[in-house]
């Protein structure tokens, strides 16, 4: 992998960008080398089809990558709503002994459970 850094553009926020050109290329050892980091098991007759699936996705990173994004800020959300939130309202609640009615042991004010720690 190639990388090159340019640390003195400024894009429209302020902050110093950090671009990045790659060039990689997949091949069968780079598959085999991630496959064994991940713990895959890949069998030799998808192996190819895995290297022509990662080459595809490099190619469109490298398609992303030309494009001009000067000026455009980076986004936050992908769309214009933001914390889509049900206003906080206080409603009536149930009394203790309402919630211990429907409850198959209690001994108020609390519900009664199997015991499932064993010492």
Do not use: W
Not at 86 to 100: F, K, M, P, W, Y
Not at 109 to 114: D, L, S
Request: hydrophobic share 45%; charged share 20%.
């Amino acid at each position: 992998m190639v990388a090159s850094f340019n640390l003195l553009t400024k894009p429209s926020g302020g902050f110093r960008a950090l671009e990045y050109i790659c060039i990689m290329q997949v091949d069968h050892s780079l598959v085999n080398h991630l496959a064994h980091l991940s713990r895959l098991n890949v069998a030799p007759e998808k192996m190819d089809k895995l290297v022509q699936d990662m080459q595809d996705l490099v190619g469109f990173v490298e398609q992303l990558n030309a494009l001009d994004t000067t000026g455009t800020s980076p986004l936050m959300y992908m769309g214009d709503a933001q914390n889509v939130l049900r206003v906080d309202e206080v409603n009536g609640s149930i009394t203790n002994q309402e919630a211990l009615s429907n409850a198959p042991e209690a001994a108020a004010p609390y519900f009664k459970v199997p015991k499932v720690i064993r010492k």
